[in-house]
């Protein structure tokens, strides 16, 4: 299990961001996918507690269905990111299907921060929306969503690889509640103790 993005793909494709250099203690949780019903106000009022802010990668798709909660998200001083409208892939999907997607994302998610779905993009996508968006990608995968990996695998997925300047990715997902339920708290926790910040992206 890869929890690390591979060092190979950080030198084929620099113009995305991987992690963020900083002299500061910070650490950048994302949240991928939402929003969700349940579990995005969950990890909301969880962020509260640890007084942590996030970015959202949000699909425009679940942003027409629950307004609401988006809007809560930036309420609350967090950023938000377009994450397609429709989940696409692509490595499965035109150019001209796939950009068209992004801006129906773009009509609910005012953001110029873009995160490929499964991090599948090729260069020639890559080098077309790199001049409207920050392409992020991620230093830690914490395979939340995964229904072999245990919650404690997950912490640990979560901890072991992280330091300042990570971008860590988490899911809020109904798939992923199981894990996050029990990691999301215990990370924050780990990482307040030690001093660090939790702060979003930026454009």
């Given amino acids: 299990m890869n929890v690390k993005s591979p060092y190979i793909l950080k030198k084929l494709f620099p113009g995305l961001i991987w992690e ?5 203690k910070e650490v950048f949780l994302t949240f991928d996918d939402g929003p969700h019903p349940e579990v995005t106000p ?11 802010k996030a970015t ?3 699909v425009g798709e679940n942003v027409c269905k629950y307004p ?11 950023m938000v990111g377009n994450h397609s ?3 696409l892939s692509g490595w499965k999907t035109t150019n001209y299907e796939y950009f068209e997607n992004i801006e129906k994302a773009g009509e609910l998610i005012e953001s110029r921060l873009f995160r490929p779905p499964y991090g599948r993009i090729t260069p ?26 245990s919650k404690e695998q997950c912490l640990k997925n979560s901890i072991k690889s992280t330091k300042s300047g990570s971008i860590v990715v988490f899911h809020d997902s109904a798939k992923s509640y199981k894990n996050l ?12 103790k030690l001093g660090f910040r939790f702060n979003p992206m930026q454009y």
């Fill in 20 to 24: 963020i250099v900083t002299p500061k």
């Fill in 42 to 52: 969950w990890i909301l009022k969880c962020l509260d507690d640890y007084d942590a």
């Fill in 56 to 58: 959202f990668f949000c």
């Fill in 68 to 78: 609401d909660i988006y809007n809560t998200i930036i309420n609350k001083g967090h």
């Fill in 85 to 87: 409208y429709n989940h």
């Fill in 124 to 149: 020639s996508q890559i080098k077309i929306l790199k001049h409207d968006f920050r392409i992020i990608m991620w230093s830690i995968l914490t395979y939340d969503y995964d229904v072999m990996v």
């Fill in 181 to 192: 339920y029990y990691t999301l708290p215990l990370f924050l926790e780990h990482f307040t």
